[in-house]
């Protein structure tokens, strides 16, 4: 089981920058994909941005040259870098991880438990 703990959330003013990091501990074989969700109060949870193994990307059009995630794989750690933040990207933000077991097993997911980001003046 693989157990993830997010930080880095907070408060910063429109324009403003902000980093997460998604840190992954316990059993597992391999964590194929880390990503990035948010969910704004009276909306859905909707995929932010999303990393392979490899390192290959995938961003919501809406953070497209403003965010970039990354990861660390000898930590185990996932990051997203929020630059020229707006008041719309408040939200709590969630990491996800897929990941195996064993070599065997077939992928299963993790979330952690959220951390908070409002931007506003």
């Known amino acids: 089981q693989v157990q993830l703990v997010e930080s880095g959330g907070g408060l910063v003013q429109p324009g403003g920058s902000l980093r997460l990091s998604c840190a992954a501990s316990g059993r597992f074989f391999s964590i194929n994909v880390m990503a990035w969700y948010r969910q704004a109060p009276g909306k859905q949870r909707e995929l932010v941005a999303v990393i392979t193994s490899g390192t290959s990307t995938n961003y919501a059009d809406s953070v497209k040259g403003r965010f970039t995630i990354s990861r660390d794989n000898a930590k185990n750690t996932a990051y997203l870098q929020m630059n020229s933040l707006k008041p719309e990207d408040t939200a709590v933000y969630y990491c996800?991880?897929?990941?195996?077991?064993?070599?065997?097993?077939?992928?299963?997911?993790?979330w952690g438990q959220g951390t908070q980001v409002t931007v506003s003046s």
């Open positions: 996800n991880a897929a990941y195996q077991l064993t070599a065997m097993t077939g992928p299963l997911s993790s």
